[in-house]
């Protein structure tokens, strides 16, 4: 679990977050949304030790990470898996090298020990024998996949996501979506997105945030959405044709 | 970005490179790779310019020789010198400057545009010590071998320009060489170029490491790279010739 107690941040003067509140439960996909700009990825920075906010506190099961030496913020980091908006896969390695990473660093395995780790974290999220290929050799998909099996190779307590779909199709972006929900009820994990793509809102958000000018706005569950009575929210969920006639049909 | 800010951030920059590595053994292939990358990838380079600048160096030496009252020997002697004090230690380091100097910029400030800095973070892994320490001992050990191996292309090139010229003859050539021969000019050359090395290698990274924005950025990270590489690289080489040859 992540508890976020009024956290607050600023660039150059101008206030980012303001005195924001929330709990990311474990073993559920927790949705931060809102328009660009809200803060969504200042927040995630945050909370991966990147940004340090000036006030407030993020509690990782009860400790406090933002006044964290940096010796324990390491230590905390190898439970931590992040998927970023691009994969953030390293070019000069090939998939096989980018997933074993993290292993070769943060684990006492031997060698075939963690190649074995590597192939079924690949296989986890449907990716075979594409070991020996580099990152510019695969698809968009491809690359999230892979950066999701990195981020898991080392049974992460929480995992965070930018974005995990954008810019791909909406086949491969309910595949990914599926693929960290199906991740997070198996792991038990406390796993964190950051989305503006609606259809990952109604596909797996078990709890959503939803941040306006930096201040939590909404907060509840994808079925709550629905019959939310705020007009901010409305207006962000619902700005499509195509989800105003679901909601529409669903009332 | 004062002067005076960007040199507080490039010193505590250097000292973060200092800072413990993960795993050793991993910090020891990432040397032989930059080895291979950075110093392996840029021998033939050196060897063309070296031959082909030694050849020149000579042919001038002999056309400023004309009268015939100098000793020919002489041109072997202000070649060997020409290479070994000025030629192989600044003008080679001031062209791996341009070219690893931008290689490196790019790479890291490619890095950091594209998240992989981050990446590397989040994972609880020190970007600095990752990324650059490797490029740093690589270039400290591998640019003084190179500069060496300069070192003789350049004087051979200059003897074989002397024969096919015709201007002197491989014995007087090489009597020049071997005449008043002082071996601390070479070791002088050499602390130029580890200290180059340095300075090419933390330069590049820092500025790759720093990038901020997009694509367009990471070209202009490497063009100052490569700028202020050069530009430190004739500062301490007028010092360091104070320092070692003159006091």
């Not at chain 2, 790019?106 to 990324?131: C, F, K, W």
């Not at chain 2, 070791?187 to 990274?205: D, E, P």
Request: with cysteine; net charge neutral.
């Amino acid at each position: 679990m992540i508890e976020l107690l009024n956290i607050s941040k600023s660039f150059n003067g101008k206030e980012i977050l303001k005195d924001l509140s929330f709990i990311f439960e474990e073993g559920q996909t927790n949705l931060i949304i809102g328009q660009s700009g809200s803060g969504k990825t200042v927040l995630l920075k945050c909370l991966l030790g990147l940004h340090k906010p000036e006030n407030g506190s993020i509690l990782f099961d009860g400790n406090d990470i933002v006044d964290l030496s940096s010796k324990k913020l390491k230590r905390l980091r190898n439970q931590v898996g992040m998927v970023f908006q691009g994969g953030a896969l390293f070019d000069s390695m090939n998939i096989e090298q980018n997933v074993l990473f993290p292993l070769q660093l943060f684990s006492d395995m031997n060698k075939s020990d963690m190649l074995d780790r590597v192939n079924f974290c690949l296989k986890r999220v449907n990716l075979e024998n594409v070991n020996h290929l580099f990152p510019s050799e695969i698809s968009g998909g491809m690359k999230k996949r892979v950066a999701i099996a990195r981020a898991i190779v080392l049974n992460p307590k929480y995992l965070f996501c930018d974005e995990p779909n954008s810019g791909l199709d909406p086949y491969t972006a309910i595949l990914i979506d599926n693929l960290l929900q199906e991740l997070t009820y198996e792991y038990g994990m406390t796993t964190v997105i950051n989305t503006h793509d609606m259809n990952s809102v109604m596909e797996i958000g078990d709890r959503i945030l939803f941040i306006k000018d930096g201040q939590m706005s909404w907060q509840g569950t994808k079925a709550a959405i629905l019959n939310a009575d705020h007009q901010d929210l409305q207006d962000f969920v619902f700005s499509s044709e195509l989800f105003k006639t679901i909601k529409a049909k669903n009332r | 970005m004062s002067l005076i800010t960007s040199l507080g951030r490039y010193v505590l920059f250097i000292s973060a490179v200092f800072s413990k590595p993960e795993r050793r053994s991993v910090m020891y292939r990432l040397i032989l790779k930059e080895i291979s990358e950075l110093g392996l990838k840029s021998v033939l380079f050196v060897i063309f310019v070296s031959l082909f600048v030694g050849a020149v160096v000579s042919l001038q030496t002999a056309a400023n020789m004309e009268g015939g009252w100098m000793p020919r020997y002489l041109i072997g002697y202000a070649t060997r010198d020409a290479i070994i004090l000025e030629f192989s230690p600044t003008i080679i380091s001031l062209l791996l400057a341009g070219k690893i100097g931008s290689n490196i910029a790019s790479s890291i400030g490619t890095m950091r545009v594209t998240e992989q800095i981050d990446a590397l973070e989040v994972m609880g892994v020190n970007p600095v010590t990752y990324l650059v320490r490797p490029k740093i001992f690589a270039l400290m050990f591998f640019n003084p071998l190179l500069i060496c191996m300069s070192m003789f292309v350049g004087v051979l090139g200059g003897l074989l320009a002397v024969i096919f010229s015709g201007e002197s003859t491989a014995a007087e050539f090489i009597a020049g060489i071997q005449y008043d021969f002082i071996p601390f000019k070479t070791l002088y050359a050499l602390i130029k170029t580890t200290l180059f090395a340095f300075v090419i290698a933390t330069i590049s990274s820092y500025h790759g490491y720093y990038t901020d924005g997009g694509a367009l950025e990471v070209g202009k990270s490497s063009t100052k790279a490569v700028v202020y590489s050069s530009v430190v690289i004739i500062v301490c080489n007028y010092l360091l010739t104070q320092l070692l040859l003159r006091s």
